[in-house]
């Protein structure tokens, strides 16, 4: 059963999945006509699709802030979740999972710096190559390595000066019953 707080946006979806099939086979109408219509015509089509198109997207950026804003809520309880000792990272809706994650950006150093050298350094290059600097960091792999080492409690390494948290929900559309 879906939640009394879902139904609004399931019946929301629905209408949209609805006037977007329809729009859909308007365009492809239009497709077929639109080196017939006259210009006049054309003129009037333009802006409304040029209107419709600002609507939706308007309407994309206002759902995507809410939808960050519950992003947000949904990491934090994960991490309070852990803290409290419960190592389950999936939240379940009626019409979906949600699985959130919390990670943990490097700041890092730039090239020619204490910081820099250090981190070189502690990943083992050497120092005629560090003068050089010709390293670049991968990005990605600096972020694993940082979420791994908040995770169990382990230092940064040297030349890392801070941190910033990077959270991200992936969601799952659920199998099963009717949703209704």
């Not at 399931?10 to 210009?39: G, T």
Request: aromatic share 8%; charged share 30%; with cysteine.
């Amino acid at each position: 059963m879906i939640p009394p707080s879902a139904k609004p946006f399931k019946k929301r979806y629905d209408d949209i999945q609805k006037i977007l099939v329809d729009a859909i086979h308007i365009l492809e109408d239009l497709k077929d006509d639109v080196f017939s219509l006259p210009v006049d015509e054309l003129v009037d089509i333009g802006y409304l699709l040029r209107e419709i198109a600002n609507s939706f997207d308007q309407l994309r950026k206002n759902y995507n802030n809410k939808r960050e804003l519950i992003e947000l809520i949904l990491c934090r309880a994960l991490v309070e979740r852990s803290i409290a000792g419960n190592t389950d990272k999936i939240f379940r809706g009626v019409l979906a999972s949600a699985s959130p994650k919390v990670a943990q950006q490097p700041k890092l150093p730039k090239r020619g710096t204490e910081e820099y050298v250090a981190l070189c350094k502690w990943l083992g290059i050497p120092d005629d190559q560090i003068a050089k600097e010709y390293v670049s960091f991968h990005f990605p792999s600096l972020t694993k390595l940082m979420t791994e080492n908040a995770e169990t409690g382990a230092p940064n390494p040297p030349g890392i000066t801070g941190v910033i948290p990077k959270y991200s929900v992936i969601f799952r559309k659920r199998n099963g019953e009717s949703n209704e």
